[in-house]
């Protein structure tokens, strides 16, 4: 029985290399690279039986998608329809300061935005620790939407905790989609997570990452909400009886050589310490570890073991 069940879309990441801009690339690296899909593959890698739950054209690059993720270790349950249903793509351009990496999506009409509850095992949801979706797979149409909240309530109503990442990407969905697609979730939802942009950009909301966490948990009433802050650490306010408690982590400096899967891997960890017993502190501590070590990795999925992560652990907790 898989611990942590994730259901999400999952594009095929086009990247040029060394920063060059997409006019111009003759060749590009290839990554199936999803939020809810990289979550699974940091968890199943810390030790966390993983289940990524998807819908996908039976094509050539749907395939790709699949056999991408199941080499990663992960289980899968997909749901194949016809070529008449497109799989969806990202190309994404690095960029150095000043200038800002760039997203162009090409994820109109994917097989993930028909996806339908009754398609989906939903007593295996209910059999979860944590049950986990992305948000950006949800503004892709009200089909996607309507999944994704059938898919937290039933999780929630068989005792699973649920989370969900705001997970935005300018040019996907409006803002305004994320914000009604998080009003609709927020009764089934346990536990937000987001990057500091993303809350600032989706949810127009500006102030200091304590004061973001307090106002976004209290507006949703969750138990739990994360702000990821990439190589400045990150903040988790964790509602508990009588009090709000707020833990803060600085990020450990490090050299980027692809940060795309950064905070897709940070929210991985964080739910799989969680699931391994964990209190939010010290699944913090150990996501902003995991987050600054897939930094440094090519590709947006994490390869490590404990005795490289332990010592990064020690260094967050020291030095916050």
Not at 143 to 157: F, H, I
Not at 248 to 267: K, Y
Request: no cysteine; charged share 20%; hydrophobic share 40%.
């Amino acid at each position: 029985m898989a611990e942590l069940i994730t259901f999400g879309e999952t594009p095929l990441r086009f990247s040029p290399p060394t920063a060059q801009r997409l006019e111009v690339a003759r060749e590009a690296s290839i990554h199936a690279d999803g939020t809810a899909s990289n979550v699974a593959v940091t968890a199943q890698e810390l030790g966390t039986d993983a289940l990524w739950l998807s819908k996908l054209p039976d094509t050539p690059l749907g395939r790709r998608v699949a056999t991408q993720l199941e080499g990663q270790g992960i289980g899968t349950e997909i749901v194949w329809t016809d070529d008449a249903h497109r799989q969806g793509l990202v190309f994404r351009e690095s960029g150095a300061p000043p200038r800002r990496p760039r997203h162009v999506h090409d994820r109109s009409h994917t097989a993930a935005a028909t996806a339908e509850p009754g398609e989906f095992p939903m007593e295996r949801l209910q059999g979860g620790a944590v049950v986990f979706a992305g948000l950006s797979t949800a503004v892709l149409s009200e089909q996607a939407a309507s999944t994704t909240e059938a898919m937290l309530r039933a999780a929630s109503s068989g005792g699973a905790v649920t989370a969900a990442d705001l997970d935005y990407s300018s040019g996907l969905a409006p803002p305004e989609r994320y914000q009604e697609v998080l009003h609709n979730i927020s009764d089934e939802l346990d536990i937000l997570i987001a990057s500091e942009e993303a809350v600032e950009e989706a949810l127009d909301r500006s102030a200091k990452p304590r004061e973001l966490a307090n106002i976004i948990a209290s507006e949703h009433d969750l138990d739990i909400m994360v702000i990821s802050r990439s190589e400045r650490g990150a903040v988790a306010l964790h509602d508990s009886p009588g009090s709000n408690v707020i833990h803060e982590r600085d990020a450990i400096e490090m050299d980027a050589v692809d940060p795309a899967g950064t905070h897709s891997a940070f929210a991985g960890a964080f739910l799989q310490q969680l699931i391994a017993g964990s209190d939010p502190a010290r699944a913090l501590s150990y996501a902003v570890a995991v987050a600054s070590l897939v930094r440094t990795l090519p590709g947006p999925f994490l390869t490590t073991t404990a005795a490289e992560i332990e010592p990064l652990v020690d260094r967050v907790v020291e030095g916050s």
